[in-house]
């Protein structure tokens, strides 16, 4: 079964810093896609940003990017110019396979300060 | 347009009622999920429809039942719960499943007395 390890429970950074939360998997299926989501305190779960097992680059999205290391299993969310309103719950998430399940990691709430 | 809408925002109830949450989306997505969230911790499967047919259930209680009418609706039909069943309950959807993005609907806050 695939597993996904989120070490941090929580960060700080500074308004307009750059931040990187940590995301390690494993699985033993060659396909597999990889995704972060935002869940602010109102709790809608918004998502952020897709990987793909054989995607060749790095997934970007506005502010926010992928670290993707293949090799080493991992999938850090790096979100640059950090905004007040990225305060908020952070979820790495993965699916295998054929498998519509997606698995979560237990989550990084990301505090901004001004 | 990513929407997905759920039906009601707050659900307070006894353990002696029956209640629906609702979701709706009108993406042309053809699987639909069923999550429960506790607080501070991770969203949890619950049930997985594709293409109209339940294709996972987590070995959910039958006191939760799910039900996908169409498409576009996805409906959790909840009888004679138990207060450990207080949670956040959050629809997905996703254009035809597997490693499809899944979007999620704001969520039902749900409180069994």
Same mark, same amino acid.
């Given at each position: 079964? #695939?597993?996904?390890?989120?070490?941090?429970?929580?960060?700080?950074?500074?308004?307009?810093?750059?931040?990187?939360?940590?995301?390690?998997?494993?699985?033993?299926?060659?396909?597999?896609?990889?995704?972060?989501? $935002?869940?602010?305190?109102?709790?809608?779960?918004?998502?952020?940003?897709?990987?793909?097992?054989?995607? #060749? #680059?790095?997934?970007?999205?506005?502010?926010?990017?992928?670290?993707?290391?293949?090799?080493? $299993?991992?999938?850090?969310?790096?979100?640059?110019?950090?905004?007040?309103?990225?305060?908020?719950?952070?979820?790495?998430?993965?699916? #295998?396979?054929?498998?519509?399940?997606?698995?979560?990691? $237990?989550?990084? $709430?990301?505090?901004?300060?001004? | 347009?990513?929407?997905?809408?759920?039906?009601?925002?707050?659900?307070?109830?006894?353990?002696?009622?029956?209640?629906?949450?609702?979701?709706?989306?009108?993406?042309?997505?053809?699987?639909?999920?069923?999550?429960?969230?506790?607080?501070?911790?991770?969203?949890? &499967?619950?049930?997985?429809?594709?293409?109209?047919?339940?294709?996972?259930?987590?070995?959910?209680?039958?006191?939760?039942?799910?039900?996908?009418?169409?498409?576009?609706?996805?409906? &959790?039909?909840?009888?004679?719960?138990?207060?450990?069943?207080?949670?956040?309950?959050?629809?997905?959807?996703? &254009?035809?499943?597997?490693?499809?993005?899944?979007?999620?609907?704001?969520?039902?806050? &749900?409180?069994?007395?």
């Amino acid at each position: 079964a #695939q597993k996904i390890t989120q070490t941090q429970p929580g960060m700080f950074v500074q308004e307009k810093e750059a931040v990187t939360l940590d995301c390690t998997y494993d699985t033993s299926d060659p396909s597999y896609g990889l995704f972060w989501y $935002k869940q602010p305190s109102s709790g809608e779960m918004i998502f952020l940003i897709y990987q793909g097992s054989y995607d #060749q #680059q790095n997934a970007t999205e506005g502010r926010y990017s992928l670290n993707f290391q293949k090799a080493r $299993k991992s999938a850090n969310l790096v979100i640059s110019a950090s905004q007040l309103g990225d305060s908020a719950m952070y979820f790495c998430a993965m699916t #295998q396979g054929g498998s519509e399940k997606l698995v979560f990691g $237990k989550g990084t $709430k990301l505090t901004v300060n001004p | 347009d990513t929407e997905v809408t759920q039906t009601p925002k707050h659900l307070v109830m006894g353990m002696t009622n029956k209640k629906s949450l609702k979701c709706e989306q009108h993406m042309g997505h053809r699987a639909m999920y069923w999550y429960k969230q506790k607080a501070k911790k991770p969203p949890e &499967l619950m049930f997985v429809y594709s293409y109209e047919k339940l294709s996972i259930n987590e070995s959910v209680p039958s006191r939760f039942s799910p039900e996908c009418p169409n498409s576009s609706l996805l409906n &959790l039909h909840l009888h004679a719960l138990q207060p450990e069943d207080s949670a956040l309950y959050l629809c997905a959807s996703s &254009l035809l499943g597997r490693t499809d993005t899944q979007y999620f609907g704001p969520g039902t806050r &749900l409180t069994v007395l």
